[in-house]
Protein backbone atom coordinates (compact mmCIF):
# COMPACT_ATOMS: atom_id res chain seq x y z
CA UNK A 1 0.00 0.00 0.00
CA UNK A 2 0.99 3.78 -1.12
CA UNK A 3 1.99 6.55 1.87
CA UNK A 4 -1.09 7.85 0.57
CA UNK A 5 -3.59 5.10 0.73
CA UNK A 6 -2.01 4.22 4.62
CA UNK A 7 -2.80 8.46 5.36
CA UNK A 8 -6.32 7.63 3.92
CA UNK A 9 -7.09 4.49 5.50
CA UNK A 10 -6.06 5.95 8.68
CA UNK A 11 -8.08 8.51 8.10
CA UNK A 12 -11.29 6.64 7.39
CA UNK A 13 -10.48 4.38 10.54
CA UNK A 14 -9.82 7.28 13.16
CA UNK A 15 -13.23 8.83 11.28
CA UNK A 16 -15.25 5.66 12.01
CA UNK A 17 -13.69 5.22 15.80
CA UNK A 18 -14.49 9.22 16.13
CA UNK A 19 -18.17 8.48 14.62
CA UNK A 20 -18.36 6.05 17.15
CA UNK A 21 -17.54 7.61 20.25
CA UNK A 22 -19.31 10.23 19.83
CA UNK A 23 -22.83 8.53 19.19
CA UNK A 24 -21.42 6.74 22.74
CA UNK A 25 -21.48 10.29 24.23
CA UNK A 26 -25.05 11.60 22.13
CA UNK A 27 -26.52 8.17 23.30
CA UNK A 28 -25.28 8.32 26.92
CA UNK A 29 -26.23 12.28 27.73
CA UNK A 30 -29.65 11.06 26.19
CA UNK A 31 -29.89 8.39 28.86
CA UNK A 32 -28.56 10.64 31.42
CA UNK A 33 -31.56 13.20 30.52
CA UNK A 34 -33.93 10.49 30.47
CA UNK A 35 -33.50 9.13 33.49
CA UNK A 36 -33.28 12.93 35.02
CA UNK A 37 -36.58 13.39 34.24
CA UNK A 38 -38.23 10.62 36.33
CA UNK A 39 -39.83 11.39 39.28
CA UNK A 40 -40.06 7.98 41.20
CA UNK A 41 -42.79 8.75 43.67
CA UNK A 42 -45.08 10.40 40.90
CA UNK A 43 -43.96 7.27 39.01
CA UNK A 44 -45.48 4.65 41.53
CA UNK A 45 -48.96 6.79 41.41
CA UNK A 46 -49.33 5.34 37.64
CA UNK A 47 -51.03 2.51 36.79
CA UNK A 48 -48.72 0.75 34.39
CA UNK A 49 -49.93 -3.02 34.21
CA UNK A 50 -51.84 -2.65 30.65
CA UNK A 51 -52.18 -6.26 30.36
CA UNK A 52 -55.82 -7.46 30.36
CA UNK A 53 -56.91 -9.32 33.51
CA UNK A 54 -57.11 -13.03 31.84
CA UNK A 55 -55.90 -16.04 33.44
CA UNK A 56 -53.88 -18.86 31.80
CA UNK A 57 -53.05 -21.80 33.68
CA UNK A 58 -49.75 -23.16 32.27
CA UNK A 59 -48.94 -25.94 34.46
CA UNK A 60 -49.86 -27.85 37.57
CA UNK A 61 -47.73 -30.19 39.27
CA UNK A 62 -48.70 -32.03 42.59
CA UNK A 63 -45.59 -34.29 44.17
CA UNK A 64 -45.80 -35.97 48.02
CA UNK A 65 -44.40 -32.85 49.72
CA UNK A 66 -45.65 -29.30 47.54
CA UNK A 67 -48.31 -28.17 44.62
CA UNK A 68 -46.70 -26.07 42.30
CA UNK A 69 -48.98 -23.87 40.35
CA UNK A 70 -47.11 -21.94 36.93
CA UNK A 71 -49.88 -19.60 35.68
CA UNK A 72 -50.05 -16.09 33.61
CA UNK A 73 -52.24 -13.61 35.00
CA UNK A 74 -52.77 -9.62 34.66
CA UNK A 75 -49.84 -10.15 32.34
CA UNK A 76 -47.88 -11.60 35.05
CA UNK A 77 -46.06 -14.98 34.65
CA UNK A 78 -46.21 -16.37 38.52
CA UNK A 79 -44.60 -19.64 39.68
CA UNK A 80 -46.11 -20.82 42.95
CA UNK A 81 -45.06 -23.33 44.88
CA UNK A 82 -47.44 -24.70 48.08
CA UNK A 83 -45.84 -27.14 50.74
CA UNK A 84 -48.38 -29.81 51.87
CA UNK A 85 -47.27 -29.03 55.17
CA UNK A 86 -47.06 -25.83 55.46
CA UNK A 87 -44.68 -24.86 58.71
CA UNK A 88 -43.98 -20.86 57.96
CA UNK A 89 -46.70 -18.37 58.26
CA UNK A 90 -44.87 -15.91 55.96
CA UNK A 91 -45.11 -16.52 52.23
CA UNK A 92 -41.64 -15.64 49.96
CA UNK A 93 -41.67 -13.29 47.10
CA UNK A 94 -38.69 -13.15 44.66
CA UNK A 95 -37.60 -11.18 42.33
CA UNK A 96 -35.08 -12.25 39.28
CA UNK A 97 -32.44 -9.95 37.54
CA UNK A 98 -31.63 -8.90 34.39
CA UNK A 99 -31.81 -11.43 31.54
CA UNK A 100 -33.94 -14.03 33.43
CA UNK A 101 -37.04 -14.48 34.83
CA UNK A 102 -39.45 -16.39 37.69
CA UNK A 103 -37.58 -19.88 36.18
CA UNK A 104 -34.51 -19.05 37.64
CA UNK A 105 -35.56 -19.53 41.22
CA UNK A 106 -37.44 -22.97 40.64
CA UNK A 107 -34.81 -25.33 41.82
CA UNK A 108 -34.88 -23.27 44.92
CA UNK A 109 -38.40 -23.33 45.46
CA UNK A 110 -38.78 -26.88 45.29
CA UNK A 111 -36.43 -27.01 47.95
CA UNK A 112 -38.06 -24.17 50.26
CA UNK A 113 -41.40 -26.11 49.78
CA UNK A 114 -40.31 -29.06 51.15
CA UNK A 115 -38.76 -27.39 54.32
CA UNK A 116 -42.32 -25.74 54.68
CA UNK A 117 -42.34 -22.83 52.91
CA UNK A 118 -44.77 -20.87 50.29
CA UNK A 119 -42.97 -19.04 47.64
CA UNK A 120 -43.72 -17.02 44.64
CA UNK A 121 -41.98 -16.18 41.85
CA UNK A 122 -42.58 -13.44 39.28
CA UNK A 123 -41.49 -12.68 35.60
CA UNK A 124 -41.49 -8.50 35.15
CA UNK A 125 -43.04 -7.73 31.63
CA UNK A 126 -40.59 -9.01 28.47
CA UNK A 127 -39.29 -11.20 31.05
CA UNK A 128 -39.86 -15.05 30.89
CA UNK A 129 -43.41 -15.74 29.83
CA UNK A 130 -44.80 -12.04 30.25
CA UNK A 131 -45.73 -10.47 27.49
CA UNK A 132 -43.87 -7.29 26.23
CA UNK A 133 -45.86 -3.99 27.71
CA UNK A 134 -43.45 -1.58 26.77
CA UNK A 135 -40.32 -1.76 24.64
CA UNK A 136 -37.66 -2.91 26.78
CA UNK A 137 -35.44 -0.79 26.29
CA UNK A 138 -37.79 1.92 27.68
CA UNK A 139 -37.63 -0.50 30.97
CA UNK A 140 -36.57 1.39 34.03
CA UNK A 141 -36.29 0.45 37.99
CA UNK A 142 -39.13 2.97 38.70
CA UNK A 143 -41.40 1.16 35.92
CA UNK A 144 -40.33 -2.36 37.23
CA UNK A 145 -40.68 -1.46 40.97
CA UNK A 146 -44.48 -0.72 40.03
CA UNK A 147 -44.68 -4.30 39.31
CA UNK A 148 -42.60 -6.04 42.44
CA UNK A 149 -44.66 -3.40 44.67
CA UNK A 150 -47.92 -5.43 43.18
CA UNK A 151 -46.59 -8.60 43.70
CA UNK A 152 -45.66 -7.73 47.51
CA UNK A 153 -49.16 -6.63 48.01
CA UNK A 154 -50.75 -9.90 46.99
CA UNK A 155 -49.90 -11.45 50.54
CA UNK A 156 -49.50 -9.63 54.49
CA UNK A 157 -46.12 -9.12 55.41
CA UNK A 158 -43.91 -11.71 53.35
CA UNK A 159 -40.10 -12.34 52.62
CA UNK A 160 -38.68 -10.13 50.03
CA UNK A 161 -36.23 -11.98 48.01
CA UNK A 162 -34.27 -10.87 44.94
CA UNK A 163 -31.23 -11.74 43.03
CA UNK A 164 -28.94 -9.15 41.04
CA UNK A 165 -31.03 -6.58 39.45
CA UNK A 166 -34.00 -7.79 41.80
CA UNK A 167 -31.39 -6.78 44.43
CA UNK A 168 -31.30 -3.32 43.36
CA UNK A 169 -35.50 -3.42 42.87
CA UNK A 170 -36.26 -5.09 46.25
CA UNK A 171 -33.62 -1.86 47.84
CA UNK A 172 -35.50 0.66 45.72
CA UNK A 173 -38.48 -0.67 47.48
CA UNK A 174 -37.21 -0.18 50.72
CA UNK A 175 -36.63 3.40 49.72
CA UNK A 176 -39.88 4.18 48.40
CA UNK A 177 -42.45 1.75 49.08
CA UNK A 178 -44.26 1.86 52.38
CA UNK A 179 -45.57 -1.61 52.26
CA UNK A 180 -44.40 -4.08 55.91
CA UNK A 181 -42.21 -6.99 55.71
CA UNK A 182 -41.03 -9.79 57.16
CA UNK A 183 -37.35 -9.42 55.92
CA UNK A 184 -35.20 -9.14 52.87
CA UNK A 185 -32.53 -11.47 51.96
CA UNK A 186 -30.61 -10.11 48.38
CA UNK A 187 -28.99 -12.45 46.53
CA UNK A 188 -25.64 -11.26 45.12
CA UNK A 189 -27.67 -7.75 44.62
CA UNK A 190 -26.70 -4.76 42.81
CA UNK A 191 -23.98 -2.67 45.53
CA UNK A 192 -26.20 -0.01 47.49
CA UNK A 193 -22.85 2.42 46.62
CA UNK A 194 -22.83 3.82 43.21
CA UNK A 195 -19.16 3.91 43.23
CA UNK A 196 -19.06 0.35 43.42
CA UNK A 197 -21.33 0.05 40.82
CA UNK A 198 -18.93 2.28 38.81
CA UNK A 199 -16.47 -0.52 39.64
CA UNK A 200 -18.73 -3.17 38.49
CA UNK A 201 -19.09 -1.49 34.96
CA UNK A 202 -15.40 -0.96 34.53
CA UNK A 203 -15.35 -4.37 35.00
CA UNK A 204 -18.20 -5.33 31.98
CA UNK A 205 -15.78 -2.55 29.83
CA UNK A 206 -12.54 -5.17 30.47
CA UNK A 207 -14.86 -8.19 29.39
CA UNK A 208 -15.90 -7.38 26.05
CA UNK A 209 -15.43 -3.99 24.93
CA UNK A 210 -17.94 -4.64 22.05
CA UNK A 211 -20.16 -5.74 23.84
CA UNK A 212 -20.38 -2.36 25.52
CA UNK A 213 -20.62 -0.15 22.30
CA UNK A 214 -23.53 -2.99 21.02
CA UNK A 215 -25.11 -2.06 24.20
CA UNK A 216 -24.85 2.00 23.81
CA UNK A 217 -26.33 1.44 20.71
CA UNK A 218 -29.00 -0.45 21.61
CA UNK A 219 -29.56 0.35 24.90
CA UNK A 220 -29.82 -3.38 25.32
CA UNK A 221 -28.12 -5.05 27.91
CA UNK A 222 -28.24 -8.72 26.09
CA UNK A 223 -24.69 -8.36 23.73
CA UNK A 224 -23.14 -8.80 27.36
CA UNK A 225 -24.28 -12.49 27.97
CA UNK A 226 -25.08 -13.22 23.80
CA UNK A 227 -22.41 -15.83 24.09
CA UNK A 228 -21.76 -18.51 26.24
CA UNK A 229 -17.72 -16.86 27.08
CA UNK A 230 -19.40 -14.61 28.90
CA UNK A 231 -22.21 -15.96 30.71
CA UNK A 232 -19.15 -18.44 32.28
CA UNK A 233 -17.42 -15.75 33.75
CA UNK A 234 -20.60 -13.67 34.80
CA UNK A 235 -23.37 -15.97 35.89
CA UNK A 236 -22.28 -19.12 36.65
CA UNK A 237 -19.79 -21.63 37.46
CA UNK A 238 -19.00 -25.36 36.10
CA UNK A 239 -20.65 -28.01 37.78
CA UNK A 240 -23.80 -25.88 38.37
CA UNK A 241 -27.52 -26.34 37.31
CA UNK A 242 -26.64 -24.84 33.43
CA UNK A 243 -24.06 -25.17 31.65
CA UNK A 244 -22.51 -21.82 30.38
CA UNK A 245 -24.00 -22.84 26.65
CA UNK A 246 -27.63 -24.08 28.20
CA UNK A 247 -27.88 -20.80 30.31
CA UNK A 248 -27.23 -18.37 27.36
CA UNK A 249 -29.74 -19.72 25.43
CA UNK A 250 -32.23 -19.23 28.27
CA UNK A 251 -31.43 -15.09 28.56
CA UNK A 252 -33.51 -12.74 27.26
CA UNK A 253 -33.38 -9.03 26.54
CA UNK A 254 -32.82 -5.98 29.01
CA UNK A 255 -32.77 -2.56 29.31
CA UNK A 256 -29.61 -1.06 29.79
CA UNK A 257 -31.43 2.48 31.57
CA UNK A 258 -32.03 -0.01 34.97
CA UNK A 259 -27.79 -0.36 35.20
CA UNK A 260 -27.39 4.04 34.45
CA UNK A 261 -30.60 4.53 37.35
CA UNK A 262 -29.10 2.64 40.03
CA UNK A 263 -26.03 5.19 39.77
CA UNK A 264 -26.14 9.04 41.30
CA UNK A 265 -27.35 11.33 40.76
CA UNK A 266 -30.27 8.98 40.28
CA UNK A 267 -30.21 6.58 43.08
CA UNK A 268 -29.08 6.96 46.90
CA UNK A 269 -29.62 4.09 49.22
CA UNK A 270 -32.39 3.94 52.09
CA UNK A 271 -30.51 4.78 55.31
CA UNK A 272 -31.91 3.52 58.69
CA UNK A 273 -33.73 0.10 57.15
CA UNK A 274 -34.35 -1.87 59.72
CA UNK A 275 -36.26 -4.58 58.69
CA UNK A 276 -33.50 -7.74 59.40
CA UNK A 277 -31.91 -9.08 56.03
CA UNK A 278 -29.61 -11.18 55.11
CA UNK A 279 -27.45 -10.56 51.79
CA UNK A 280 -25.70 -14.03 50.17
CA UNK A 281 -22.47 -13.82 48.01
CA UNK A 282 -20.44 -15.89 45.91
CA UNK A 283 -16.85 -15.55 46.50
CA UNK A 284 -15.90 -16.28 42.71
CA UNK A 285 -18.78 -13.65 41.14
CA UNK A 286 -17.54 -11.75 38.51
CA UNK A 287 -20.62 -9.55 38.04
CA UNK A 288 -20.85 -8.22 42.05
CA UNK A 289 -16.89 -8.84 43.64
CA UNK A 290 -17.60 -10.09 47.13
CA UNK A 291 -15.74 -7.12 48.19
CA UNK A 292 -18.63 -5.31 46.93
CA UNK A 293 -21.26 -7.23 48.70
CA UNK A 294 -19.81 -7.07 51.92
CA UNK A 295 -19.80 -3.06 51.91
CA UNK A 296 -23.24 -3.40 51.12
CA UNK A 297 -24.03 -5.43 53.89
CA UNK A 298 -22.10 -3.43 55.81
CA UNK A 299 -24.22 0.15 55.02
CA UNK A 300 -27.39 -2.06 55.36
CA UNK A 301 -25.89 -3.91 58.80
CA UNK A 302 -27.15 -7.02 56.96
CA UNK A 303 -25.88 -10.63 58.27
CA UNK A 304 -23.56 -11.46 55.21
CA UNK A 305 -23.19 -15.23 54.02
CA UNK A 306 -19.76 -15.57 51.54
CA UNK A 307 -20.95 -18.95 49.51
CA UNK A 308 -17.30 -20.98 48.82
CA UNK A 309 -16.59 -21.18 44.93
CA UNK A 310 -20.09 -19.96 43.50
CA UNK A 311 -20.80 -17.31 41.15
CA UNK A 312 -23.30 -14.73 40.11
CA UNK A 313 -26.54 -16.97 40.32
CA UNK A 314 -26.35 -18.59 43.63
CA UNK A 315 -29.39 -20.42 42.96
CA UNK A 316 -28.11 -22.35 39.96
CA UNK A 317 -24.58 -22.74 41.18
CA UNK A 318 -23.44 -26.65 42.18
CA UNK A 319 -23.88 -25.57 46.04
CA UNK A 320 -27.44 -24.60 45.56
CA UNK A 321 -28.86 -26.36 47.97
CA UNK A 322 -26.60 -25.97 50.66
CA UNK A 323 -27.24 -21.77 49.82
CA UNK A 324 -30.80 -22.69 50.11
CA UNK A 325 -30.75 -24.18 52.90
CA UNK A 326 -28.45 -21.07 54.79
CA UNK A 327 -31.50 -19.22 53.89
CA UNK A 328 -33.86 -21.39 55.37
CA UNK A 329 -31.73 -21.73 58.62
CA UNK A 330 -31.48 -17.48 58.66
CA UNK A 331 -34.93 -17.14 58.32
CA UNK A 332 -36.44 -19.70 61.10
CA UNK A 333 -33.37 -18.98 63.89
CA UNK A 334 -32.44 -14.83 62.92
CA UNK A 335 -35.96 -14.25 61.97
CA UNK A 336 -38.67 -16.09 63.45
CA UNK A 337 -36.81 -17.17 66.74
CA UNK A 338 -37.46 -21.03 66.14
Not at 43 to 48: K, Q, T
Not at 67 to 94: A, C, F, L
Not at 197 to 211: C, K, N
Not at 218 to 244: C, F, H, Q, S
Request: charged share 20%.
Amino acid sequence: MTRNGKRAGGFWLGALVGAGLGWSVVQASYIMYTLSQIDVVGSLGERVNEASSERVVLNRIDTPHYRQEHVVEDGIERMSYYPKVKRYERPIVMQHGMWTGAWCWSAWQALLAEWGWESHAHSLPGHGLSPVQRPMRDCTLDYYLNFLRDEVARYERPILMGHSMGGALVQWFLKYVDQPLTSVVLVAPMSSSWTLMLGQMRRLVRLDPLAILQMMWRWDAYPMVRRAENVAKLLITKGGLYTAEALQKRLGEESLLVMYQHLAPFWHPPKDVTVPMLLLSGDVDKSVIEYGARQTADFYGADYVVVPRAGHNLMMEASYEQTAHTIHHWLVHHVLGE
